[in-house]
């Protein structure tokens, strides 16, 4: 889903570090499909397909994850479709995020712009690059943390909260560094905010609330727009429902919303 964390650019590589969290993909496939629609109209902006495959291997958890979407986000001015392909593994003691590779384009087969991003802990070094279509690349050699995520990844990364701690009524939070661009990253910050019910075209469920914050200073701090993602109480804590912007500065108020979910054991 690019561009949705902050585009949701202002607005969900790469390596994430959540210390004493565990994993919470437990099983072996999971795919389900999400669809985005604005508040006011109930129009709905597009849909995204997704597969999860998990495999163990020599005490690791290796994750992949497949996105489909299709549809016109904010910020096209036409129809497209687009995929992403989320690399990461997971121990005991953290969770790494290895690369993240999308591409867009138009319905006629035009290709409308690509992203590749890899992190190499071993380097403390992040290889970021976008290229669009009729424009000249971007691309960066940033310095990699252990809480330096892509926006592709934000929602993946909420999952890692330490919601046990929630469920013993504490409000626990975390905060990343997230990455929008490869000249524009910034810090956010997730903090679970007690269990709401929540109702979506794939059922009602109980869920946790979090609220993301993004860590903005001076004038942009009165602009920070109000985000909500809900995460289902149940492990695995898949991620329900989004409420906030999809495409920046001035655009609407949109629900992203589970419409279907499947998961082996």
Known sequence: MRKIAFALVFLLPVCVYAKGSQMNWPHEREK???????????????????ETTVKKDQGRTNVEVHEQGEGQPWHCKEPVVWQNKLLFQDSPAALQVQSVVGSHWFRDGKPMDEMDYEADPSLSKIFYKTTE???????????????TIPDEMLFHWARTLPFERAAAGEQPSA???????PKRQFRIKAQVKGTEMVKTPAGTFSCYRVELVPQLFGPLKALA????????AEPPNIWVRYQGPVGGFGSPEAVIELVKFEQER
């Open 133 to 147: 279509t009729g424009r000249k690349p971007e691309s960066a050699i940033l310095p990699w943390s252990p809480q």
């Open 225 to 232: 727009p109000k985000m909500s993602l809900w995460c289902r």
């Open 32 to 50: 389900g499909l999400y669809q985005v629609r604005i508040v006011s109209t109930g129009k709905v902006l597009w849909k995204v397909r997704w």
């Open 175 to 181: 905060e990343c560094m997230l990455v929008v661009s």
